[in-house]
């Protein structure tokens, strides 16, 4: 039967986790408080999910061996962010199997995706256009559709003959549903067209910011979990950076400074760890320290002002879920 889920959102963590099919880190980069939701239709190796929330986040994972994915922002596409990509109005990105997967999603924003068993889906597509489709993508595809808005409607569509479904309870709806799903993702993709990336000076320098900030990030999450926390100027000489570049790359693909993303890092450890406390001994002060913030006072500050409540609110919810 075809399966639908839906969950509304407090925090990008249940967003990472609501996705099960896929180890992805999410984290929040602007601040306020944080809300959404997140649907999802899966059926066999078929799944549509469709998300929207209120702050900017930073979604990083990498997809497995077996799995594809076909994705496009519903609004604002310029505000948002794959991976060396600054999307147009018709933007629609494939995600092979073993690919990176790092997107930034600007708040208010909705974004859909569908996943495949990459085999299946490649030899249907094969089929209907060898020429194009004869050696399997190696990485990020980005497409040209011109107009999303028959996409648009498809998606709410399905999403609606997935709630009938589910109503007749008829496994039989369910994989013509599916069916309908690959169908129609196989004709948007044979009927949009490959962005040409040759000589194209802006994405050539948007493509080495995106690798600055890879390894930045890189390196941050491997001295935080020595239990160091890494100054700008220790991540310049130890990778290389002038500070110029390192401000340039952040600036450029994820709109906020080094410093800023390195304290929303932190800030987002601290939260994660709250929310999942292991047992009643877990203290705030505690997990504070671990992540690097030292003056309690100015902590709670500046985590009531990233996540609109403070560390103890969230803690207090958690331990009483």
Partial sequence: MMIARYQTLQDPYEQAKFQNWLPIEINQISAGHYSGHVQMLEHGEVGVCWESQNRTIHKRSVIDQESCTVSFFRNKQFSNGFSEYAPADGSLFILPAGAELDIRVAANVETVYFRFNQSVLLHKARAMNPSRWGAPPTGLMCLDLGNLKSLDRFVENIFHLAQVNNQLGSDDNSEVLSDIIMEHILVVLNSSQLINTEKNNILTARRRAKYTVNRVIDYIKAQLEQHVCPSISAICADLH???????????????????????????????????????????????????????MGRFSRDYQLMFGELPSATLRRALHA
């Fill in 241 to 295: 950076l002038s500070e110029r570049t390192l401000q340039y790359s952040f600036g450029t693909i994820l709109d906020v400074s080094p410093h800023t993303y390195l304290r929303y890092i932190r800030l987002n450890g601290v939260r994660a760890e709250l929310m999942q406390p292991d047992g009643n001994n877990l203290t705030i002060t505690r997990v504070a320290n671990h992540w690097h913030f030292l003056h």
